[in-house]
């Protein structure tokens, strides 16, 4: 039985490692956050998938994941560790390294390390692989070294975990195809293999592709505000052309990968990645441009002291993440400018920044609702009988549900 030790257990390593083990091999979880491994210890995670707390809590219990505060002996070091972006929007490779560093002692002839987090292109082959030969093993012939990176969406992790094909890129063939043997135990997509580079650049270029097209839409819907149209219906009619698939605008992009993720690739050709930097750009002005639009609509409407009612805090829909959300940076803005501001999300458990409360409390006798969140809880509502409990009649819909209502 192969043994893997898997460092970082965030929202990669945990249903990873969880995976693993119920395939067979025999993992080590191995985390610095001491909480976290205790709170894994005790089998008493709530993450926020259901689904991978059941995974984790039989995992552990089957003796076949253990948790740790530090790696040892394996036959497969997975790195899973976080690249938070710097002030300068370049990756912080700290993790990495520290982890590389962290693996050291307990290297042997014939492991594999493989490293799973999102970085710039050249880092495996550059940064890892040079921190990796200090063992004194030989890269390649002694020790094997392959780049694979995640592409799991955030609400549905362990479906696509198992579901979607993977990019394996080692820094040789051999590399490559051992790291082939580890992850064709439990996944059902194609795997691709290629060399380190290409796969780290491929994954960012996925995440950037996703970038461009939100705001190619975002740019629309301003330009849709502008000329008095309604971007939906403009965006829905030119989406029935056979090669035409437009993002839906928003009210921007956050979570902690599309709006990272594209840095790193300006950050390795500045020169040459104008549109990726545009688009970035255009993605993070949304919130402003929302906060600026509820602005002038009270204004028009002479509404002195506004009641603002805001529908969702949460990056995106269906999750409790506030990671990045430019959904809670409209919030707090609207705050800071005074107005009072009603908030409420279903998602969203043990938030103390503001009170939420329920769909009702926050309409209520409210002048302005603005939607920042399309959760399937406020698909459903009845936007007349919402307006009627408002005082006002101002909608600010950023992501153009309850289209047939407007
Ligand atoms: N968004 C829009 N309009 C759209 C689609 C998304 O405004 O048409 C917004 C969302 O509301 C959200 C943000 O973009 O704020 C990102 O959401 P998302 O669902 O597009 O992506 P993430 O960040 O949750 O996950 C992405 C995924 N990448 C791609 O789809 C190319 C996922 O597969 C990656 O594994 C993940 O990043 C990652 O970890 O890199």
């Known amino acids: 039985m192969k043994k893997v030790c898997v460092i970082g257990l965030g929202c990669i390593g945990l249903p990873t490692a969880c995976i693993l083990s ?53 036959d497969v070091f997975m790195i899973c560790v976080p690249t938070p972006p710097t002030e300068e929007n370049k990756a912080d490779l700290t993790y990495v390294k520290d982890a590389a560093k962290s693996v050291l002692p307990h290297l042997r002839k014939g492991n594999l ?8 292109p050249g880092t495996t082959k550059e940064i890892l692989k040079p921190i990796l030969e200090k063992s004194g093993l030989e890269i390649g012939n002694e020790l094997h070294l392959a780049y694979c990176p995640e592409r799991v969406l955030p609400g549905n992790i362990l479906k696509e975990l198992v579901g ?22 439990f996944v059902e997509g194609e795997i691709c293999l290629t060399d380190a580079t290409t796969a780290e650049m491929a994954k960012l270029v996925e995440n950037s592709f996703r970038d461009v097209n939100i705001a190619f839409a975002n740019e629309l819907s301003r330009i849709c505000d502008k000329l008095n149209l309604n971007v939906w219906e403009v965006i829905e009619l030119a989406n029935k052309h056979p090669r035409v698939n437009i993002l839906k605008p928003g009210p921007g992009v956050g979570g902690h990968c599309i709006a990272v993720d594209p840095f790193f690739i300006v950050e390795k050709a500045p020169d040459e990645a104008k549109l990726i930097k545009t688009a970035r750009c255009v993605n993070d002005s949304m919130p402003d441009y929302i906060v600026e639009k509820v602005k002038r609509a009270v204004k028009e409407a002479e509404i002195k002291r506004p009641i603002i009612a805001c529908l969702g805090i949460t990056y995106k829909a269906g999750i409790g993440d506030l990671r990045g959300s430019p959904a809670l940076k409209i919030v707090r803005r609207l705050r800071e400018k005074g107005y009072i501001v009603r908030a409420c999300d279903p998602y969203v458990k043990d938030f103390t920044e503001f009170p939420l409360l329920s769909i009702e409390e926050t309409v209520k006798g409210a002048d302005c609702l603005v939607l920042l969140v399309d959760h399937e809880e406020f698909k459903g509502i009845n936007l007349d009988a919402l307006l009627k409990k408002m005082r006002g009649s101002l909608i600010i819909n950023t992501r153009g549900i309850w289209l047939s209502n407007e």
């Open 164 to 185: 979607n094909d993977r990019i394996i890129g080692g820094i040789d063939a051999e590399s490559a195809e051992l790291a082939k043997e580890i992850y064709q135990s």
């Open 22 to 74: 119920g395939k067979g091999f025999k993992v080590v979880g191995m985390d610095t956050n001491q909480k976290l491994v205790e709170e894994l210890n005790h089998v008493n995670i709530d993450p926020l998938e259901p689904e991978l707390a059941r995974l984790a809590n039989s995992a552990i219990k089957s003796g076949n994941f253990i948790l740790k505060l530090d790696p040892e002996e394996a």
């Open 113 to 120: 390390v493989i490293l799973e987090s999102t970085v710039p």
